[in-house]
């Protein structure tokens, strides 16, 4: 017997829209493997049609007061919270992940996010008016930049589109999301939910693939493309749109550094590193996935490390005593294995390092040591449960191989020694430094970071700058 896969739709102009020309794609539920979703395989007429709908609602959203905006993000947040059990399982089937943990873990932060952008949304900064120049009286105009265009990532579906939709809609600007061609269905919800709020045309959902992605930063009607993805992804909608000079928003990957020194709680950090590290499968851009240990206490840790591991569960969403659920897709499960499969001669698998079961896309916690600086493993980014563990002699060394990667979003560094850890805070090239932690995230400090890994910032008052433009206006005081 055939079961009838569930429809997902466009949301465009305040309507739900089939693709323009019929195409859809089928979406699968990682933690089967089996389809349960049809999703349009947008073109560009849908495209077209988002952005029309994009800017004409752009005027009167744009001249909404900073209260008005604020309340109807405190509206969504409401919602959201409302809606959380529908929220929670759409995103379960989008990605596999434990129906506990998305109940605990996501849905009050992405709540707690929007209504801070609510807030901010009434605290808009400039300099002091005043009189710089004799006769002339300026003051600083702060402005929505306009349709924005962003792209959203399949690690976290909902989290990401709320870092994207919420600092824009409170600035004043209209939206044209898309969501990643595996994960959609998380994001077709919110637009039902966002929908009864807004008016229509504020907030748009344009379903489909990379090359969608392409159109919508292509377009000339955007004013800004916001994109959290891969490097590859990131270096093209730069290059795309730098075309017609739009403005440019990067969250991309990372390869973050755990620092751990000999005057650690070897037991304290192991319990949080592998948590750090397998949490949502390793799929986070600031994963503890590159763990550096000093020389005296590197088999001590490794051996905690690898215990940890074997004790860390992975496995069905409704299964309330997993860590974590599947990779996101077949691609993604062939890239882990890829990279276990290649590592050379002189690395060690500590655990792990194998698929579970033959249905679904789960990966064992893996723990991998005797690594050198320049192997692959160390350089790029796995994007699994893969925690790899060097050995360094001295604080310059350590200093040395944690920046020596392409990768700068974040990093950690675990030492009872505070002008130790002063001192690698400074000198660590991350956007981002946990001392003696990793991964915790407040909406209001800024996460984003340096190199490769990106430019802009997402949460706080710097990622709600991200979406307004500056203008300076003088007049003069004889007219």
């Not at 969250?251 to 070897?266: H, N, Q, R, S, Y």
């Not at 789960?362 to 350089?379: H, N, R, W």
């Not at 050995?391 to 560094?413: H, I, M, R």
């Not at 400090?445 to 300076?472: A, C, E, N, Q, V």
Request: charged residues 25%; glycine residues 8%; negative net charge.
């Amino acid at each position: 017997m055939t079961t009838e896969l569930r429809r997902l739709r466009n949301y465009i102009n305040g309507e739900f829209k089939d693709a323009a020309d019929g195409r859809t794609i089928d979406i699968v539920n990682p933690a089967t493997g089996e389809a349960y979703a049809t999703s349009p395989l947008s073109g560009q007429a849908d495209v077209d049609a988002a952005m029309d709908a994009a800017a004409a609602a752009f005027p009167a959203w744009r001249d909404t007061t900073p209260a008005e905006r604020q309340k109807v993000l405190l509206k969504i947040a409401d919602a959201f919270e409302e809606r959380a059990e529908d929220l929670i399982a759409a995103e379960s089937e989008n990605t596999g992940k434990p129906l506990g943990l998305t109940r605990t873990e996501e849905i009050p932060p992405m709540v707690d996010q929007i209504r801070f952008f609510a807030g901010a949304a009434r605290m808009l900064e400039g300099r002091s008016a005043g009189e710089y120049m004799e006769g002339m009286t300026s003051i600083i105009r702060r402005e929505p930049v306009g349709v924005c265009a962003q792209v959203a990532p399949w690690n976290y579906p909902m989290m990401m589109a709320v870092w994207k939709f919420a600092p824009a809609l409170a600035a004043g600007n209209t939206v044209v999301l898309k969501p990643s061609d595996t994960t959609p269905a998380s994001t077709v919800l919110m637009a039902e939910i966002i929908g009864a709020i807004v008016p229509k045309g504020v907030f748009n959902v344009v379903c489909g693939d990379r090359e969608t992605g392409r159109a919508m930063v292509e377009h000339p009607t955007p004013a800004m493309a916001s994109i959290t993805g891969s490097v590859r992804a990131g270096m093209q909608v730069a290059a795309s749109a730098a075309k017609d000079v739009k403005r440019v928003h990067l969250e991309l990957g990372g390869k973050a550094p755990v620092v751990v020194f000999e005057d650690t709680d070897i037991d304290k950090a192991v319990e949080d590193i592998s948590v750090a590290g397998f949490f949502n499968a390793g799929q986070d851009c600031t994963a503890a996935t590159r763990v550096l240990v000093h020389e005296s206490i590197h088999d001590e840790f490794v051996s905690a490390l690898a215990k940890a591991a074997a004790e860390t569960k992975t496995g069905a969403p409704d299964d309330e005593d997993v860590l974590y659920g599947p990779l996101n897709n077949a691609n993604q499960l062939k890239q882990v294995t890829g990279f276990v499969d290649r590592l050379p001669a002189h690395a060690k698998v500590e655990a792990g390092g194998h698929r579970v079961g033959d249905k679904g896309y789960f990966y064992a916690p893996t723990v991998v040591s005797g690594l050198k600086q320049d192997d692959e493993m160390i350089q790029n980014e796995v994007f699994g449960p893969v925690i790899t563990v060097q050995s360094f002699s001295d604080e310059a060394q350590a200093l040395e191989w944690a920046n020596g990667v392409e990768y700068a979003l974040a990093s950690s560094v675990w030492t009872k020694d505070h002008s130790r850890a002063m001192r690698m805070s400074k000198s660590l090239d991350f956007g981002c430094v946990w001392i003696n932690t990793h991964i915790p995230l407040v909406a209001e400090m800024p996460h984003g970071g340096f190199k490769k890994s990106g430019y802009g910032k997402d949460l706080s008052s710097y990622g709600f700058d991200d979406y307004t433009r500056i203008k300076h206006v003088m007049t003069s005081l004889d007219g």
